[in-house]
Nanobody
Framework: QVHLVESGGGLVQAGGSLRLSCAAS????????MGWYRQAPGKQRALVAV???????NYADSVKGRFAISRDNAKNAGYLQMNSLKPEDTAVYYC??????????????WGQGTQVTVSS
């Protein structure tokens, strides 16, 4: 079984920074793409940033230049550094990973979510 656990959310003032972490555990053979999504109240879940196993990244236009996604393949971990936070960044942030297990199955996995609240 595979689990993703996020940490690092919280309350921060506008202009501040937070760093989210995502730890993957279980019978993992390989992690392909890892990504961060967010869901604000009354809105659909939306992609924030994604990073491939080779390190290529892609960002939502709204976070370009402020957020940085990274990963540590040796630790099966992913990170999202969020700078210059704005009130509109307030949402529940979810980690996502495309994982191949030791049994050879490939599936999408999600974390439980972590709340990020940016006050004005």
């Amino acid at each position: 079984q595979v689990h993703l656990v996020e940490s690092g959310g919280g309350l921060v003032q506008a202009g501040g920074s937070l760093r989210l972490s995502c730890a993957a555990s279980g019978r993992i053979s390989r992690i392909n793409a890892m990504g961060w999504y967010r869901q604000a109240p009354g809105k659909q879940r939306a992609l924030v940033a994604v990073i491939t196993s080779g390190g290529s990244t892609n960002y939502a236009d709204s976070v370009k230049g402020r957020f940085a996604i990274s990963r540590d393949n040796a630790k099966n971990a992913g990170y999202l550094q969020m700078n210059s936070l704005k009130p509109e960044d307030t949402a529940v942030y979810y980690c996502h990973a495309d994982i191949v297990t030791n049994w050879g199955t490939q599936s999408d996995y999600w974390g439980q979510g972590t709340q990020v609240t940016v006050s004005s």
